[in-house]
């Protein structure tokens, strides 16, 4: 691939919120961290020529394109970074496996298992790195978090309480959009919301999950459309329970019509001999407990000594949301120099995906136990500094 | 019963934790509520003649007996107030209904669903008031949140996320007791702790519980008992969802287990048009947040204008988990007063009991939904002021 | 004084807010300690007969009284607990102390520094013992506080930052009241709130006052009245800086018109080695940091390990405000039996009341610096247990 | 200057910190605003050849210089940003100016009130618009702060309390270096946070300052330096009072001593009918009191209707520290398109300084009241949108 010194060349495919977050991160991750190879922010790619055009130049491209595949056969393209809508993503990550780019792609991996797994399949054929993107495992209180869990600093992992609150659907006369119908979005706040929630609780703990019991619930079934009422055919909430194979049991709750939650994905992890807390809309903070008779203490997670902040600035200056991407594009980057394959792998979000699966064939069935035998992976392991 | 101007006549079954809470209540009521019925603290009954003789002088009984059975022949005694085991409750409270009694008695209010159905059967043939302990009704919070939940300030309730967090038992190294065993304890964290949280939810919302998904775990299956490893045979944590029949969904999640976590009673209600979160860590306090664009308000709940609140302090002064067992007896003695049952009555014992069996029948068969057709009856209301 | 075992008889003088609240503490005191002598609730006096009648019967008190001189003769009176207005205290405490009596006091402890140091010599030459009611000393919270800075765990005391703030001024449409002009109230927001923040800075240090610079603001000159405006004679709010004997600063901010206080006295230590926070509006918590690389971390203060709380509850059952009067008698019995001084003592009451009196001084000379030298004493030592 | 299509260039001087966070603010201004002229980003300037070249191309320059007076006689340079230490801001920024070049300065203007006047004078006679850096008036929950008290949304302001806390120098044992000399650093923790502390009381009230009491202190006197104990010349805390022109009151606390705090600019303002309150430490946070029966409601500043936030990401997504500078840039960008001075003036920072002075010379007379008069000016208008 590219020459040892000469920058990647990167491409990014998507103009909207995702497009614009994945191309801060390549802008701005060369300034932050210096132990990463140089990129070249070479094209961004989108549907509307005008549109992607403004975008690019706004955004920092050398060049805007209209032809996702053209940029797969240049040669000065290393990186092709997928922020396109979920039922694209097969396609495209596929493709650019084979043509031999290192991928990183946004989450969810794809629309169901069967794109899932052929993308897996490509990601193990591939030369290139392949990287699904759960920004959230580069949250510094988060990696510190899995680092004390990891040190044992809070003993064995007894059970996990998390949810994934938003309310932006509170409103029962909030109109119907494509985000409601299954055949558009696949899935409602289980796949949206829960699917990062499933991955923090993987990721957290180093386990798999090998059993769920689900149940989803749509509070309003019908919304108000162009054409008069329309049903809503995704979850407006969903709960689970999650047996890890390390013995840990997770429990699961995740909304879009909690009012007052703006973005609260919220984790409480309890062990033999400590405890973990933490709220994203507190990204910056914390909250451990150290021993039996410990109390609850609040981390500022800004201090040079925590993962992913030498590059930043000196302590106590919070860190947002943004801020993950870049992180998330210096772990491509490494794991690119390296030769090592980038965390999380297309392989952890196909386990995931399966395990938002088998919590919708558990709600089918009443909320009955559904087993996960060997088929939801080991997480791997997440690079931190 | 008592002459209508003679004070009424108490006498508390039981010594310990409990016994020492409800004496304080009757010590106090007459001085915190001016609009209650006078009473005598006449007779204090306890199994050790010489613990209970201590007890009633130091806790300001006029006698101490250890004959449970004499007492309820007193005319003297209007108010039996058992606060003894749960193995005793059944026999007790159907003795002291029977004798022409009003009854209050600690929850749970019976061992098993056979024992609390003839307990209900007794309070329904009986002259006498019946009262189930559920004293958490009284913190003056949650009464302010069941107070805006029916008037409507949240909107439509959709679900409730609650959790009751203790870590007592976090220890792997904790010595083997009467309460992890089945026999004697009846079940474990679900029915200490779960058994608040779903009277709760019945109050906060006025719905029954139309079906439930549960779970139990056992962390520690082993602990060092007298004789070497003892097995435990209750549950150390336990989930559950439940269907309320106004169409909300409840998650509940209890643990004693949860290091760092002392006496976390926590509830978050969603409704269509507001939300309120509670945590009995900090009782005072209620977060209220009112319209779907509004913002969680912290409200100390210590003004006069606050349920319950009229006889204590003035505005600003925190009141403390004891005040609840004033608050009960006084409701107890408005109702016996005004010739109205008190609420939470044993109906409402018994039906939080079958919420409580149906969870552990859900359990068993791995999760799957029990329902409760007809026979999670409509919570009683609760007097506020 | 009474014999060895039979109960000591006390009488409250005041039926009002601070008569019922001490009353509530005689009531209870005996059931929540088994350590202290017995007492009798002999007297309430107050000064209409029919409402001292009727707070009597409800309060608990064996009889009721309009002559105060009268119960000072009586033998069966062996602790006098003064909490009428502050104009009456310094007659009422040395007739009480020179008829050999127990005096406990509210603060503040006089109107002025004459009366407070006629007190203090009164209480000198007395046989029996003299407590001032400054109630906050025994706040578990704030108690335990004072144990982990006497035991250097926070290092040497730099700085404490207090504040205590209400808003029930803040409307500037509230009418006038006595509690507004300066020859009934002596003081405004400085001495009612002032004074507990001042006696809380010398009990958590241990250190005397040296220096002051103060401030007052009266924000509302005017107020209605009943025969139309009327001029405010006291400050609406109040600031100080202390210098400390230790080597300490401690700043001090008052107020009556910081709305959306109720109740929030609040205190923060800076030490050499670590730091503490307390928020009377969050009384049963404590916010300790240990160690300059330690974070701050959340106490329930409501363990049995800690100060006052081995007569109450088991672990994280909070206690309320009213408490404070529970353990405050608690102490006086203690010192009684023992046969030594309580605390805290009329010395301090006096020790408060030159350092406000210096901050109204400094105040009339633009806030420059007030030395005290050699006039605030050292603070007494505060029981714990 | 420059034609009205052709991109504006800036040159940066410096490259530590600031000089970091500001090239980061310019890389990205015109991706997170649509509504900025573009800009081109020319040269940085630094003394070290090599570092100054490497830190270039990291942070995105076009071409690196060791020579800004070179620099300043570009014609394609239109926007020279300053961000070197304290004692080269006078003699560049007037440079600069006199060379007919856009200016933002960081703060503080200048080491010494003479210097201040001077770059007062030659802002005023200089073609080009001129800035302060006082960040925190972006931070948008404070601008939305701001706006409300504006709007009267909390009555007239009454008090302010505020403090700016710090641990960096708590450890007695930390080495001397060039901040704690007063020859080198000008001030201690009364400039470096003292100087944001009161420049928010200016933006946040739009009153002017016309009266101060101060104190200061340097809790070590001596520390470790090179070849022993070296006396320390600046404060390490300080507090002071002051009079607004608008007849509100603000305390002031700072220190760099303050255990377990980070970076903690605290702010709570009292009107007449609210209040609100911030703490950087949680900078995406408002805690808002609306009405005097109003209780405090936690806000996220991070919705699309808050002030700066048009730009960024959708609802509920935290910014960090780093976004200020972005801010900032851009409301220097506006003001160069529109002909407006931007805000805040190097008079805003000529008039913090002088409250500053005000403090120290104040605390050298033992605290008594300097007044201001006519000094102080009228904080600008600090464009919000």
Redesign the interface.
Known sequence: MSGSRAPLGVAVLGTA?MG??H??AW??V??VF?DVPAVAMRVLCGADPARTERAAR???WQEASTDWRAVLERDDIDVVDICTPGHLHAEMAIAALEAGKHVLIEKPLALDLEQAERMVAAAERASGASMVGFNYRRVPALALARELIAAGR?GRV??I?A?YL???L???AAPMTWRLRAETAGSGALGDLGSHVVDQIRALTGSAVVGV?G?L?T?EPERRGSDGPERVTVDD?A?A?LDLDGGA?A?L?V?R???????ALQLEV??????LAFD?????ELT??QG?D???????V??AEHPHLSGW???????????TFVMQAAELLRAIERGTPPSPSFADGLAVQRVLDAIER?AA?????IGLPGHDETPTETSQR
Chains 1, 2, 3, 4 share one sequence.
């Open positions: 919120f614009r977050a191309s801060a802008r701005n060369g300034a210096d706004s955004l920092g809070i007894r059970s309480r949810a938003q309310d932006w509170a409103d029962p019991r149940a619930r509070f909430a709960w329970l049991t429990s709750e909304s019509v909690a009012v007052g939650r703006k973005n309890h062990g033999t001999d400590g405890a994203l809309e507190r990204l910056n451990v407990t039996r410990g109390w609850p203490a609040r981390l500022l800004t201090e600035w000196p302590p106590g200056h919070a860190l947002g949301w943004d801020s558990s069935v009443d909320g009955a136990r």
